[in-house]
């Protein structure tokens, strides 16, 4: 199995800046095979969007976020018989609109893991 905890998130004002976490463990076979990290946001009464992801080809941003916000990730660690991937957000020039539950996704083809949601609130 392969567990997602997401952290960072919180209340911040306009203009500030959050940094999320996502980290993602488990067997080394599952982590290593991760080709895909990204996050994910839900407004209330909003679909969920992807915000922001990278793969080994490059990074990709929803329109609304670039220039503001920046994924980056560390590269995956092994500690006895499991291992562990890293994927972070820098969030900067928050705006209210960008309050949501961010998600962490981690995944390749079929194998999708899904954090549990950081709670991110802008004040304006």
């Known amino acids: 199995q392969v567990q997602v905890v997401e952290s960072g998130g919180g209340l911040v004002q306009a203009g500030g800046s959050l940094r999320l976490s996502c980290a993602a463990s488990g067997s080394i076979f599952k982590i290593f095979s991760i080709n895909v990290m990204g996050w994910y946001r839900q407004a209330p009464g909003k679909q969920r969007e992807l915000v922001a992801a990278?793969?080994?080809?490059?990074?990709?941003?929803?329109?609304?976020?670039?220039g503001r916000f920046t994924i980056s990730r560390d590269s995956a660690t092994i500690s006895r018989d499991s291992a562990k991937n890293t994927v972070y957000l820098q969030m900067n020039s928050l705006k209210p609109e960008d309050t949501a539950i961010y998600y962490c996704?981690?995944?390749?083809?079929?194998?999708?893991?899904w954090g549990q949601g950081t709670q991110v609130t802008v004040s304006s």
């Open positions: 990278i793969t080994s080809g490059g990074t990709n941003y929803a329109d609304s976020v670039k």
């Open positions: 996704h981690m995944g390749r083809g079929p194998d999708d893991y």
